[in-house]
């Protein structure tokens, strides 16, 4: 059995994570405003929604679960590492906001859920580097 890889798709994920790494580094430069970031964010919105369509494309699907099943199994092994690596996230800026950026308590512990609630991932870079 011959099977023979798919480049196209090595290509965009490669264009995507080259992507996804300047994107990162204009956000902590605090240089979101630059047209070198703005006009490819235009292009390239998407980088993140390509990897779970990617990963989904060669998901085999398991047909002896239940849907119960189904979505517990995925619940554990994407939303559960999420939560906590975002409580791992707001922990350690928490001394951040307290001594160098002067916030309330209250303000520290509420502004993360108030701003995934309101803005989704921009929550973020947002409380970490102020409004951008």
Avoid: C
Wanted: proline share 5%; charged share 15%; net charge positive.
């Amino acid at each position: 059995m011959n099977k023979n890889r798919d480049n196209s798709l090595d290509i965009i994920s490669g264009i995507m994570i080259t992507w996804m790494v300047v994107y990162h580094i204009f956000m902590w430069a605090g240089l979101t405003g630059h047209p070198i970031y703005k006009i490819p964010l235009q292009w390239l919105f998407f980088f993140m929604p390509w990897f779970y369509f990617k990963s989904g494309m060669h998901q085999k699907l398991n047909t002896e679960l239940s849907i119960i099943n189904y979505i517990i199994n995925n619940t554990n092994s994407l939303i559960v590492p999420l939560i906590i690596w975002t409580t791992i996230g707001i922990l350690v800026s928490i001394p951040e906001m307290l001594f160098f950026k002067d916030y309330p308590l209250w303000k520290i512990l509420i502004e993360p859920f108030y701003k995934i609630m309101l803005s989704g991932d921009k929550m973020i870079v947002e409380y970490s580097f102020g409004k951008t």
